[in-house]
């Protein structure tokens, strides 16, 4: 595609739900990164994709996240029994090769409010 | 300390005035450096890559000071539309951004 696409832009979900939130990168960007941002703060590193493989997921702020990707494209990002502190948006980009002479390009994010 | 600093501002400048914001950074092995802008509620947008030599793209100036570990943005003659929180962004590895917290500038009219 044209840019990083992100679905849903909006999700609102009861605490203790389970959500998933995707991620489509650039076509051909074989990095893909998972960021957070609450409302306000800067952005945290969640999780990093090289292909299919994610060699980093120091980010992951606990055991109720995890996320894969498939074909070296699509990545989803779930979040079992999630809490209010879950809420923020939830930022992909994805990169050509993940090396030092690129920037990434960013989706739009999926703006997630636990209530 | 963080790794990546930032003063977080906000900088309130009057339209067609020169501001100018640092970033400092932890590690000195740090190889790559870039500056993103993120609107109110929009996602972040690369501005500009940060090279050893500096460099210009417009009313933008981008400079690395790597003996004192800061990379620094200059906008001039600013414009309303640039209004909007600046991200340091710091390669620390190869395949991880570390991002400073941003600072919020407004320019009035």
């Known amino acids: 595609g044209a840019g990083v696409s992100q679905s849903p832009s909006n999700k609102v979900t009861e605490k203790g739900k389970d959500v998933e939130l995707r991620c489509d990168p650039i076509?051909?960007?074989?990095?893909l990164y998972w960021y957070r941002q609450s409302l306000g703060q800067g952005l945290e590193f969640l999780i990093y994709f090289q292909g299919n493989s994610a060699p980093d997921k120091s980010g992951l702020p606990s055991d109720r996240f995890s996320a894969e990707r498939t074909g070296g494209s699509v990545s989803t990002l779930t979040i079992q029994r999630t809490q209010q502190e879950d809420s923020a948006v939830y930022l992909c980009?994805?990169?050509?090769?993940?090396?030092?002479?690129?920037?990434?390009?960013f989706g739009s994010g999926t703006r997630l409010t636990v209530v | 300390r963080k790794e990546v600093e930032q003063d977080p501002g906000p900088f309130n400048v009057p339209e067609g005035a020169t501001v100018a914001f640092n970033c400092t950074y932890s590690n000195s092995a740090s190889q790559s450096f870039f500056w993103y802008r993120q609107d109110c509620r929009k996602e972040p947008k690369l501005l500009m890559s940060v090279y050893s030599s500096g460099n210009e793209d417009g009313r933008f100036t981008a400079q690395l000071n790597r003996a004192s570990q800061y990379i620094s943005l200059l906008i001039r003659d600013s414009k309303l539309s640039d209004s909007a929180t600046y991200l340091c962004v710091v390669w620390d590895s190869n395949y991880q951004l570390i991002w400073g917290a941003g600072t919020k500038l407004i320019i009035k009219p």
């Open positions: 980009a994805s990169s050509l090769v993940g090396s030092q002479n690129y920037g990434y390009t």
């Open positions: 076509s051909g960007h074989t990095a």
